[in-house]
Every structure is written in structure tokens, then in C-alpha cells.
């Protein structure tokens, strides 16, 4: 079965610092999905990444993908406030259509 | 163009009722997944339909039924209601079946007392 697994869960920074949240996935995929969740709100679409090597970027969020290591990671150029949100990675099964997502990175950053 | 919509916004049901949720896709797109979202925790599918025909289903007990129509969108069903499925459940759609990139509706908040 496919897992999903991010961490940290719960992440907390400084304005001006750097982070990285890791997800990690248990069986081959080559298709990863980072959104993000704003409190009671739906799940925003932040990157598509498609193959081994992928790297896209967008303002102070750049994401990554080594489909060998199984492994995405979501790095944050230092942190402003408005970042505060919960992030997920997300793993497609093409076989029978699913998308597993990971539980979560909860991130407040702080003035 | 308008984004996935998805009514109603919050209901309020009890224990052993039944309740019907609705989502309309991006126009163009033929394919629409279901979520469940538990406060605290990712998203769990539930369903995927494409053309009209269920193209996936997570680990979800029989209570739980969707369909597609013509127009592509798409209600799913939950019978029998227990404390269990208070949650956002949320809608997504894509241009075809698989792994396209899916987009999100605003949800629906299901309380169950």
C-alpha cells in the first residue's frame, strides 16, 4: 500500500529564515503534488512535479522531486507571515485513480 | 472561468440520516474525485468518476455511493450517517482519468450530532 509521509508535522519559524519540509512516499511514482490549505479553506495548487529531477519554483517556495529516493522536499527562502498555512504532498496511484496525500506540515511563521 | 463549486457550503445533519452532496467541475473537465478530510489530517479519497463511471474508490464503507451525470457533475451520497463522517469533504476535477492535475472546490462541511 502507498504511504505518505511528511515531516516535520508541525514547523515553526522566524520571519527571514530558511526551511525544508520533507515527504517521502513508499512505492514508485512519477507524479507529486504540493498544495496548500489555509484554515477552513479548500487546498490550493502550488506545484505539479512530473519527473526525476523536477524543480520548480515560485516566490519563496521551491520544490523538488528524486523519484529514485522516493523523496520531495518543499523549501521555504526566508519565511514571511503570509506563509503560514498547512502544506500537503500528495502521491498519485494511477492504477486506480487515487491521490494519497501526506498528513501535513502545520507552519506558522513568526514576526 | 469558474472553479470547481461544490453545494451546499456547511449542513448539519444527525446521527443515521442521510445526506447528498454536489460538485460541479471546471468546464471541460470529465473527471471528478471525492475527498474526506478530517480535521487535523490529509485528505482521503473516496471516489473518482470519468465519463459517468466510477474509475476508483478508496477504502470507504458501502454508505457511502456517488454518480456522475451527463453534464459531468457529480453528488455523492452518504447513508446512515454516524459521528464518524463530520468532515470537509471536497471535490476535485481533472480533463481526464488518472493522474491529471486536480483542482479543488471550496468543500463542504458535514457536521453529524
Known amino acids: 500500500e502507498l504511504k505518505v509521509e511528511q515531516n516535520p508535522l508541525f514547523l515553526s519559524m522566524q520571519e527571514g529564515k530558511n526551511y525544508t519540509i520533507y515527504c517521502n512516499y513508499s512505492?514508485?511514482?512519477?507524479?507529486l503534488y504540493w498544495y496548500r490549505q489555509d484554515p477552513g479553506k479548500s487546498l490550493e495548487s502550488l506545484f505539479v512535479?512530473?519527473?526525476?529531477?523536477a524543480v520548480k519554483q515560485e516566490g519563496r517556495l521551491m520544490a523538488s522531486l528524486d523519484t529514485k529516493a522516493r523523496l520531495s522536499t518543499l523549501h521555504i527562502t526566508a519565511a514571511v507571515h503570509d506563509l503560514s498555512a498547512t502544506y500537503f504532498c500528495?502521491?498519485?496511484?494511477?492504477?486506480?485513480?487515487?491521490?494519497?496525500f501526506g498528513a501535513g506540515t502545520r507552519l506558522t511563521v513568526k514576526p | 472561468d469558474a472553479g470547481v463549486t461544490q453545494s451546499p457550503t456547511h449542513l448539519i445533519k444527525t446521527r443515521g440520516q442521510q445526506v447528498t452532496l454536489r460538485c460541479s467541475p471546471i468546464?471541460?473537465?470529465?473527471?471528478v474525485s471525492w475527498y474526506q478530510q478530517v480535521l487535523g489530517q490529509g485528505p482521503q479519497f473516496i471516489f473518482q468518476?470519468?465519463?459517468?463511471?466510477?474509475?476508483g474508490r478508496g477504502n470507504f464503507p458501502d454508505r457511502f455511493s456517488a454518480r456522475q451525470f451527463p453534464n459531468y457533475s457529480s453528488e455523492l451520497n452518504v447513508n446512515a450517517l454516524l459521528l464518524g463522517d463530520s468532515a470537509l469533504y471536497l471535490c476535485?476535477?481533472?480533463?481526464?482519468?488518472?493522474?491529471?492535475?486536480?483542482?479543488f472546490g471550496p468543500g463542504t462541511r458535514l457536521t453529524v450530532l
Open positions: 468546464s471541460g473537465h470529465k473527471s
Open positions: 512535479l512530473l519527473s526525476n529531477g
Open positions: 512505492t514508485t511514482s512519477d507524479r
Open positions: 476535485a476535477s481533472s480533463r481526464g482519468q488518472g493522474a491529471d492535475e486536480q483542482f
Open positions: 500528495a502521491v498519485d496511484m494511477a492504477l486506480n485513480n487515487d491521490m494519497r
Open positions: 468518476y470519468y465519463e459517468k463511471e466510477e474509475r
